[in-house]
C-alpha cells in the first residue's frame, strides 16, 4: 500500500466550483505540503503544515485554502475554481525540514 | 530568496557516469542543498542533499563547491531507469520551504 495516497487522481470541474483534494499518509510525519506542478514546469509550495495547529502559506497560497484534520490527513480546497488553476496537485510529507520528502502519485485536476 | 539554475537538458549513454550541473549563487550559509527526480507520470522522489561536504548514498554522490555556489550530482553508472527531470532545490533557512526550478531533464541512450 502507498505511504501517500491523494484522491481524487483525476477531476474536471467549472469554472466557480468548490474543489477539495484530499491527501492521506500512513507514514507518522508531522509535516505535510501542498505542491502545484505547471506543464512543464517545476513544482510551486501552495501551503505547508508542520502539525495539526500549525498551518502556514507558500509561494502561490492565492485562491487556494488547506485543512489538516488529522495527523493523517491534509485537505486542499479550492473554493472558487479557475481555469488559471489547471495544474498537477502533489501532496508530500516529512519528519522534519531537512529531511526527505515523501510525495503523493498527484492529483491532475482540469478546469474548465 | 535563493534559487539555481540547471540545463534544461542533458543526454548520457546507458552504463555511463552522469554529472548534472547546478548553479545556486545567492545561496546562504545555512541553506541545504537537496536533488529530487520526477520519473514520467509520477511524483518527485529524493536523492541526495548536503549542506557543505560531499555526501554519497546509494543513489548517487553530491560534490558541493567549496563556495557552495554550485553543485553537481553524480549518478555514477547511468541506468535507463534513471532518465527523469532532476532538479536542484535550495531549502531556505526561513519558512522551510523548497523552491524547486525548472531541473534538468535526462534522457539515457541505450
Known amino acids: 500500500d502507498a505511504d501517500v495516497t491523494q484522491t481524487p487522481r483525476n477531476r474536471i470541474t467549472k469554472t466557480g466550483k468548490r474543489i477539495m483534494l484530499e491527501c492521506s499518509q500512513t507514514?507518522?510525519?508531522?509535516?505535510m505540503y501542498w505542491y502545484r506542478q505547471d506543464p512543464g514546469l517545476g513544482l510551486q509550495l501552495i501551503y505547508y503544515s508542520f502539525d495539526v495547529k500549525d498551518i502556514n502559506k507558500g509561494e502561490i497560497s492565492d485562491g487556494y485554502s488547506v485543512s489538516r484534520q488529522a495527523q493523517a490527513k491534509f485537505s486542499l480546497s479550492l473554493e472558487s475554481a479557475i481555469p488559471n488553476q489547471t495544474a498537477l496537485y502533489f501532496c508530500?510529507?516529512?519528519?522534519?525540514?531537512?529531511?526527505?520528502?515523501?510525495f503523493g502519485p498527484g492529483t491532475r485536476l482540469t478546469v474548465l | 530568496d535563493a534559487k539555481t539554475t540547471q540545463p534544461n537538458s542533458m543526454e548520457s549513454n546507458e552504463e555511463e557516469p552522469v554529472h548534472l550541473p547546478c548553479n545556486h549563487s545567492?545561496?546562504?550559509?545555512?541553506?541545504?542543498i537537496h536533488w529530487y527526480r520526477q520519473l514520467p507520470s509520477q511524483g518527485p522522489e529524493y536523492v541526495i542533499h548536503?549542506?557543505?561536504s560531499n555526501v554519497n548514498n546509494r543513489m548517487a554522490s553530491l560534490a558541493i563547491a567549496e563556495d557552495r555556489k554550485s553543485s553537481t550530482l553524480i549518478l555514477h553508472r547511468a541506468t535507463l531507469r534513471d532518465a527523469a527531470v532532476y532538479y536542484c532545490?535550495?531549502?531556505?533557512?526561513?519558512?522551510?520551504?523548497?523552491?524547486f526550478g525548472t531541473g534538468t531533464s535526462l534522457t539515457v541512450i541505450p
Open positions: 548536503g549542506l557543505t
Open positions: 532545490i535550495l531549502r531556505a533557512f526561513t519558512g522551510n520551504q523548497f523552491y
Open positions: 508530500a510529507t516529512s519528519d522534519g525540514a531537512d529531511n526527505e520528502q515523501f
Open positions: 545567492t545561496i546562504s550559509g545555512t541553506d541545504y
Open positions: 507514514k507518522g510525519h508531522d509535516r
